[in-house]
């Protein structure tokens, strides 16, 4: 898989290149970051890349031209090395938003150019002519898409086969459909015992129809007190057992609280 990024800030990009398990894999070859400064594809003293916007109001606004002469040159590259066009995602608050499915999909695949943008946004011409999808993180705004691109690129590397030190490890994450997609239980580790609070009892226990069990528990439980929406999903799709059901029902009439739920010190 290979990530093309148009950025004006290539140098924030070594930290999924460099560091952690994405930099790691990098390192091996599991994957490719090529970074494309649209400055490098201006013909003025001043490298400009934006200006003032058509119908005044206030900021600035990228210029198509150095995109899409950016984009060009990594879509050649690209075709160098034998791979196919790659799709062109746009970060954007008007995009879809991005998911664990959209990151495994982007996992299978082999890859595509991510454009970042800064100041007041792109010129239209260059999202109508270029892009092909839009992608959003949520109900807010950031400086530019470099950080939206960093978390796409690291939620997509992490699924790759042999990235984790454990295959496993990705299955049980949240939103994960071998979780029905509800949220993940809570984890411990050493000391058994820290600050006086205790490593609850079927963790410890050795009996793995026990510790499966509470952990597909405190998965509904914590879903239900944080996503009820991730609940109702799985519910509509077919996925809560009647175990499950018997669960909630009873955490209905019941305000018993476990370890790892909100409220807890």
């Known amino acids: ?27 091996q070859g599991r994957w490719a970051l090529q970074a494309w400064n649209p400055r490098d594809y201006t013909h003025d003293v001043h490298r400009t890349v934006d200006d003032r916007p058509y119908g005044g109001g206030p900021g600035m606004v990228m210029m ?11 879509q050649a590259q690209r075709a160098s090395a034998g791979l196919a066009p790659a799709p062109v995602i746009l970060m954007s608050p008007t995009g879809r938003r991005f998911d664990q499915l959209a990151a495994q999909q982007l996992a299978a695949s ?24 839009e992608i959003s993180l949520g109900d807010f705004v950031l400086s530019g898409g470099e950080l939206a691109a960093l978390a796409v690129i690291d939620a997509a590397v992490r699924l790759m086969p042999g990235v984790l030190n454990d295959d496993a490890s990705a ?31 079927e963790l410890l226990s050795g009996h793995h129809a026990n510790i499966a069990r509470w952990r597909r528990e405190q998965s509904l439980r914590l879903t239900q007190q944080r996503r009820p929406d991730l609940l109702d999903a799985a519910r509509r799709q ?28």
């Open 1 to 27: 898989m290979r990530f093309d990024v148009l950025t004006l800030f290539p140098d924030m990009f070594s930290v999924v290149r460099d560091l952690g398990v994405t930099g790691r894999a990098h390192a």
């Open 238 to 265: 077919g996925l809560l057992t009647p175990a499950d059901e018997r669960f909630l029902s009873l955490l209905a009439t019941r305000r018993d609280k476990s370890p790892g739920d909100p409220g807890q010190g």
């Open 110 to 133: 082999p890859g595509a150019v991510l454009v970042c943008g800064r100041y007041e946004g792109l010129d239209q011409r260059f999202i109508d002519r270029c892009v092909t999808d």
């Open 171 to 201: 299955v049980q994450d949240s939103f994960n459909p071998a979780l029905s997609g509800l949220l993940d239980s809570p984890h411990y580790t050493r000391p058994e015992v820290y600050e006086g609070v205790s490593v609850p009892p």
């Open 64 to 74: 198509p031209g150095p995109l899409e002469a950016a984009l060009q040159a990594a």
